[in-house]
């Protein structure tokens, strides 16, 4: 039924496919519909790499990857070049990705217009309708308060020119690259019970308007660890006095570049 | 007797899904597909290995005028998916076609609503074969540019369909191509031109 549902999702690209989320090993919120996804999609030859917020190393990305590994077999892995099924919250990787990778996002609120209209029922028409004119509104609020558009993660996208998706709460930085991507990307909201795709090489374009056209955030200063610059960085806090460092928010490019450095 | 379903029906049916997924994410690029099936004729192990893979008791199943003649390929299918049979094309979440040179017009399938554009019928045709780099000229998701996919037989006017299936995008019906050992996906968002 979940594969069903995948089918379908890819068919039409950026609708959300109602599925039966299943109960799931996790709480809600804890990437309940990546799980599934990835469950679905998973196969003998795979190769599995979980990230959360770029990195390969913290909680909920260790469980899940150990979860996999103990119940499927499947090999895993923290190289994103060696992986089949990355699946991610909130982090598209900086290495570009490949065919016959598969991108699997963990979503909390599949909706872009929910908090717009709480209503299932109505969202549902808007969609139906391709009437987005709502979300303009939100984002030309932003500028009329803000003087730009102030958005930066949830970045609300337009799928092939047709259905309005929110690309899960990764970073406004990483929309680009959801755009003619060589990988199949797969959205599952476990909570919300939706599956929803964008297949490769496909139009995903960020909405905006012609005189404040889409940005990505910009750095000041490379990476503290491995010196990269275009990559997307995290604040850390390194003491009580104010002390602070900037470093790459994943994990395996930025370890691949010190490692390469050190030789 | 009965003919035994997949050898092995977790790995099976999973390899099964994922040549159908990566098919329908890829449209022009078919994928290999040996599900190891003997049921009974005249449904062809690649229809059969669709059908155990994607379909249950919430998938009703229409089989077309060839497969519907054989008593023994309902009662492999009801015993092996418990999927209901349905007369009505317009009912049917997937549709098997044995002879794709008589399929019904693409029109009398499901469409799905324009709330729910994901309650359309799937079709699952039984080519004799698939040949990609030449015949018809795809673009869309899923496609770099364009690619060049073959496939016979076909139903009449087929691309004329296919345009009209597109047009009413999200609505529509998503084709699942099978030949002997491959499968390729023709989802609605696929615009197919004779070049």
């Known amino acids: 039924m979940i594969r069903r549902a995948i089918l379908k999702a890819i068919a039409v690209p950026g609708y959300q496919v109602p599925f039966a989320s299943r109960e799931m090993p996790m709480p809600y919120g804890w990437g309940t519909g990546g799980v599934q996804v990835t469950a679905a999609i998973l196969g003998r030859s795979d190769v599995l790499k979980v990230i959360d917020q770029g990195a390969d190393d913290t909680t909920n990305a260790v469980s899940i990857r150990r979860f996999f590994a103990r119940t499927s077999g499947v090999a895993t892995t923290t190289r994103t070049r060696e992986a089949t099924i990355i699946q991610t919250r909130h982090r598209i990787p900086e290495t570009p990705l490949a065919e016959g990778q598969t991108l699997v996002y963990q979503v909390p609120i599949p909706e872009p217009l929910r908090f717009l209209e709480p209503r299932e029922t109505e969202t549902r028409q808007l969609h139906a309708l391709a009437e987005y004119g709502a979300m303009h509104v939100k984002l030309y609020e932003d500028i009329s308060r803000h003087g730009h558009i102030a958005t930066t993660y949830a970045y609300p996208v337009e799928v092939a020119g047709r259905y309005v998706m929110d690309p899960s709460p990764t970073p406004k930085f990483d929309n680009p690259k959801m755009d003619d991507c060589p990988a199949l990307q797969l959205f599952g909201a476990g909570r919300e019970r939706r599956i929803y795709a964008v297949p490769p090489y496909t139009r995903v374009r960020s909405l905006d308007f012609e005189d404040h056209p889409f940005r990505v955030q910009e750095f000041t200063q490379p990476c503290a660890l491995c010196g990269a610059s275009g990559h997307y960085l995290d604040e850390v806090v390194t003491d009580d006095a104010g002390g602070r460092m900037y470093v790459c928010s994943d994990t395996d490019i930025c370890e691949t570049r010190v490692e390469e450095a050190g030789r | ?195």
């Open chain 2, 1 to 195: 007797m009965l003919a035994p379903g997949f050898a092995d029906p977790v790995h099976d049916a999973q390899g099964t899904f994922r040549a159908v997924m990566d098919a329908l994410a890829r449209p022009g690029q078919p994928r290999p597909l040996a599900p190891g099936l003997t049921p009974p004729a005249p449904l062809t192990p690649e229809l059969a290995a669709v059908a155990l893979a994607l379909t249950d008791a919430d998938t009703p199943v229409w089989l077309d005028a060839a497969l519907a003649a054989a008593p023994d390929v309902a009662a492999y299918l009801r015993f092996h998916t418990g999927a209901p049979l349905t007369d009505d094309p317009a009912q049917a979440a997937f549709a098997l076609i044995r002879d794709p040179g008589r399929c019904p017009p693409l029109g009398r399938f499901a469409p799905g609503t324009p709330a729910y554009p994901d309650t359309s019928t799937t079709l699952v045709l039984a080519c004799e074969a698939i040949t990609e780099g030449e015949g018809l000229h795809l673009a869309g998701p899923g496609i770099a540019g364009t690619v060049r996919l073959a496939a016979a037989p076909l139903p009449e006017g087929f691309v004329t369909q296919l345009a009209a299936n597109r047009a009413d995008f999200p609505l529509g019906v998503d084709l699942i191509l099978t030949a002997p050992g491959r499968v390729a996906g023709l989802p609605r968002s696929t615009a197919v031109s004779e070049g």
